[in-house]
């Protein structure tokens, strides 16, 4: 099963490049894989396997076939015709209240979209990804689509809630460009989300990184 790649801060970002950038959602990696026989039958975190029982993830295998599944396997397909063998989408699963990788127990989570791998094709296009399936309420919101500058980097460092246009930032953004086995990914996060590591959580370098 496809495992997420580890994302890169901005220090060696492709400045000048264009790319999308998407809002950062603070909670934990899931994956799905779909398979032509078995339908989406895996689910994982980004280290392990796990199914409902799982006492922490469990509740996302119910949560993703009911609001997810099927029109992510629609719109795939649509895209990749019917013989495609397999893909895995990733997520991230998440409450009100989660924070560094930690839930409530009954804090009520969702789940938001934010990229698709395909058999022998890669990840799908940032721009195409948002063509599929920007329309859903569980995918990733769009914060910004242009060239990759300095000043845009800096302007999610110093941001807060509210201070991006349209957008409440949180921990940051994940911004993408290329495609396929070329699509290159960084990370830029909120100075003010470093300040509530630092305040709550003693290996916050774990969580900044």
């Known amino acids: 099963m496809n ?22 959602y603070d909670g934990s990696n899931m994956r799905w894989e779909w398979s032509k026989k078995r339908g989406f039958h895996k689910f994982g975190t980004r280290t392990r396997l796990f199914d409902e029982t799982d006492q922490v993830f469990g509740e996302g295998v119910p949560l993703f076939m009911d609001t997810m599944a099927q029109p992510i396997q629609e719109r795939v397909l649509d895209v990749y015709g019917s013989k495609l063998e397999r893909f895995t989408a990733f997520g991230e699963f998440l409450g009100k209240n989660s924070f ?26 940032p721009k195409l990804f948002v063509q599929m399936f920007g329309e859903f309420d569980f995918t990733a919101e769009e914060v910004y689509r242009g060239p990759l500058t300095e ?15 349209g957008y409440d930032l949180n921990e940051g953004v994940i911004v993408k460009g290329g495609e396929g086995h070329k699509l290159w990914m960084t990370k830029i996060k909120t100075y003010a989300y470093l300040a509530k590591l630092k305040e709550s959580v003693d290996n916050w370098q774990n969580f900044w990184e």
């Open 3 to 24: 495992t997420y790649p580890s994302i890169p801060d901005s220090k060696k970002a492709p400045i000048g490049q264009r790319c999308v950038a998407f809002y950062k």
């Open 100 to 125: 560094a990788g930690s839930h409530i127990k009954d804090d009520e989570k969702y789940l938001k979209l934010f990229d698709v791998t395909v058999f022998k094709k890669g990840f799908i296009d």
């Open 151 to 165: 000043g845009f980097i800096n302007s999610v460092r110093n941001s807060g809630p509210g201070q991006l246009p």
